[in-house]
């Protein structure tokens, strides 16, 4: 088994030295400090289902509008998905990960926590999420969010957490979130689709019938979602979140499934490329059907990366393809550095 550099170039084909400048370690006496080092991932995701993206107005797709370079004040509105909604996605499936592998290798956890945090193994097994309780209070049933981060997973130590109380410190998100735009206009991407009336609230159906604005299957939206200062295993241990992601929007209905492709990933001091960029020019070039897009994708990222290094792949079917037991290492590796930023992070707030 892999891990480190070596997983990068064995996993994905990539030249270790070229890349290594990139990356973090926890060997670094100022791991926890910033630093411009950055991996940039394209992600096309595909709605595989019909897809109800709202944000604020619950009847509306949500839809932002975009410019369509090189085409004099052409304007298109077109659906987009939030960066939050991905991250909410991204961070379920980072959940998931971490649980299978929890449950088949707990020892190996622990082991890898208490190295750096000695005391601090899972004593109750791997708990880490945002628990939603129900509660009476005056205004009737209302739900309580309690946080339960458990602080030293990858999952935390990527997408950052809050604390509840005093004498502990925050831990930023080092995954910088990206709109993801459809680079097809509003009214083509549109499905209406004709249900029973659900009632929200005891999910009954009733006899009504209503119309619902979905986003058709096949649809296409284009982000780039941005690692800082993270291990090599760190990164790939995102990558395959990335290509696990399967469901945007809606939680409990047949809705919302989706597929996502990682047509390279480039390294570099910055955010070489958005969501909206990719999405406009695609407009411009009126680029159509999956593998289309991802031709035009990886052209536009390799233009973007200039002098940087790419590592070209199909990344998210190689990621889907590799069991949480062929990424052991990775993901112990991942665990025990998320574990050494606990522990540097807490000998930094101490000594304030
Ligand atoms: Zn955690």
Redesign the pocket.
């Known amino acids: 088994m892999v891990a480190g550099l070596n997983a990068w170039k064995e996993l994905l084909g990539a030249n270790p030295q070229e890349i290594k400048p990139y990356f973090r370690s926890r060997q670094e006496k100022d791991f926890v400090l910033w630093t411009s080092k950055r991996v940039n991932i394209p992600v096309i995701i595909e709605a595989v289902k019909p897809l109800v993206i709202r944000h604020n107005d619950p009847e509306e797709v949500f839809s932002l509008d975009i410019e369509v370079p090189g085409q004099k004040s052409r304007m298109e509105t077109v659906p987009a998905i939030i960066g939050t909604k991905v991250a909410g996605e991204l961070r379920r499936r980072m959940h998931q990960i971490l649980r299978e592998a929890y449950k088949s290798w707990p020892d190996d956890v622990n082991r890898a926590v208490e190295s750096e945090l000695p005391g601090e193994a899972y004593k109750n097994g791997y708990e880490?999420s945002v628990t939603v309780n129900p509660r009476q209070d005056r205004q009737g049933l209302t739900e309580f969010v309690v946080p339960g981060?458990?602080?030293?997973?990858p999952?935390?130590a990527l997408m950052g957490?809050a604390v509840e109380t005093g004498g502990d410190v925050n831990a930023i998100s080092r995954v910088d979130k990206d709109t993801f735009y459809a680079p097809v206009t509003l009214a083509e991407a549109i499905a209406k689709i004709t249900r029973n009336k659900v009632d929200d609230v005891t999910f009954t159906t009733g006899q009504a019938l209503f119309e619902l604005n979905t986003i058709r299957p096949g649809t296409l939206f284009l982000g780039v979602i941005v690692l800082r200062d993270v291990t090599p295993d760190e990164a790939l241990f995102t990558l395959k979140a990335v290509a696990e992601m399967e469901r945007i929007g809606a939680a409990k209905t047949v809705f919302g499934g989706i597929k996502t492709y990682i047509p390279a990933v480039v390294f570099s001091h910055g955010r070489v490329l958005t969501g909206y960029e990719l999405a406009g020019e695609a407009l411009a070039s009126n680029i159509k059907g999956r593998d289309a897009m991802k031709n035009f994708v990886l052209e536009k990222v390799k233009a973007a990366a200039g002098k940087y290094p790419v590592v070209e792949a199909d990344i998210a079917e190689t990621m889907r393809r590799l069991t949480i037991e062929e990424l052991k290492d990775v993901i112990l590796e991942a665990w025990r550095d998320a574990a050494a930023r606990r522990r540097i992070v807490k000998q930094l707030a101490s000594k304030k």
């Open positions: 880490c981060y458990c602080k030293r997973c999952a935390c957490y």
